[in-house]
């Protein structure tokens, strides 16, 4: 099931579901409650985010939890409905069950296979209520492979750092580093980046390794995320990712200490 709704949930990105093709399927299936309790799963699809995948996967497991067959039956639903190109089987081999109702998927019911038994954000003790549950889906998704997802939610990571770390640093008073009142939505990761850069002198006496290199790793990190989570062809390697969790580790790291020291 893992592997389907992995080559599901990026299918659905390529053809641009939208948020009321989710809606629509969540509640002629009775899971719209569900849907609607998983964290930015319609605003995502509603805005084009980036990890949208990651919570239309997190949405699709949490119904797959409690009934497998509604999962499958969403999936299959909105699949039909989108009709698939002649190709789409040859680049998501584990969509083929979804064309034939009388089948399921293999191994629906097996466990699921970690690929990396090494954790991707490898960090004890993680602050806040909201953290602690990303890195562990940060992690999920590195264990069984889902590089794509992996990188998505990293960045999500280190923007949500960036923006606590800014907000619990200068509040209201200059909301407008972090914030876009008008539109009511937080700056892009890129303008985070440089306004954190811009203001770095406010933070270099909170942690060791503040300075240009850093601003720099983060700023390669976005960008690789970023085409990453932009490309038709997801193929990233052992070695690519292995750089990226080393970026991501240190960056992460940093940014924890510089928020709980604020």
């Not at 629509?24 to 009775?30: D, S």
């Not at 539109?183 to 985070?192: P, V």
């Not at 601003?215 to 990233?236: G, K, P, V, W, Y």
Request: with cysteine; charged share 25%.
């Amino acid at each position: 099931m893992q592997t389907l709704i992995g080559q599901f949930t990026r299918f659905a990105v390529e053809n641009n579901f939208t948020r009321n093709d989710w809606e629509m399927a969540a509640t002629e299936f009775g899971v719209h409650n569900t849907a609607t309790n998983i964290d930015r799963f319609y605003r995502s699809w509603h805005f084009g985010d980036d990890d949208r995948q990651v919570t239309a996967a997190r949405f699709l497991r949490s119904v797959a939890n409690d009934d497998e067959n509604v999962a499958l039956g969403i999936m299959r639903r909105m699949y039909v409905i989108s009709d698939p190109d002649s190709d789409t089987l040859q680049r998501f081999p584990a969509l083929e069950v979804l064309e034939d109702e009388e089948r399921e998927p293999a191994g629906i019911t097996a466990p699921q296979i970690s690929i990396h038994s090494e954790r991707f954000i490898d960090i004890d003790n993680i602050p806040g209520t909201f953290y602690p549950d990303l890195v562990e889906d940060i992690n999920r998704c590195y264990s069984l492979g889902i590089y794509d997802a992996t990188l998505v939610l990293t960045r999500k990571l280190l923007e949500n750092l960036l923006i606590d770390v800014l907000r619990e640093k200068y509040g209201t008073n200059r909301i407008q580093l972090y914030y876009r009142p008008n539109n009511g939505r937080f700056e892009g990761f890129s303008t985070l980046i440089e306004n954190f850069e811009n203001n770095l002198n406010d933070f270099q006496h909170l942690s060791g390794g503040l300075d240009s290199n850093f601003i720099d790793e983060l700023n390669a990190f976005r960008q690789n995320a970023n085409a990453e989570a932009h490309s038709i062809e997801t193929n990233i390697t052992e070695s690519e990712m292995e750089d990226y969790r080393d970026q991501a580790r240190h960056a992460s790291q940093i940014l924890f200490r510089v928020w709980q020291n604020l």
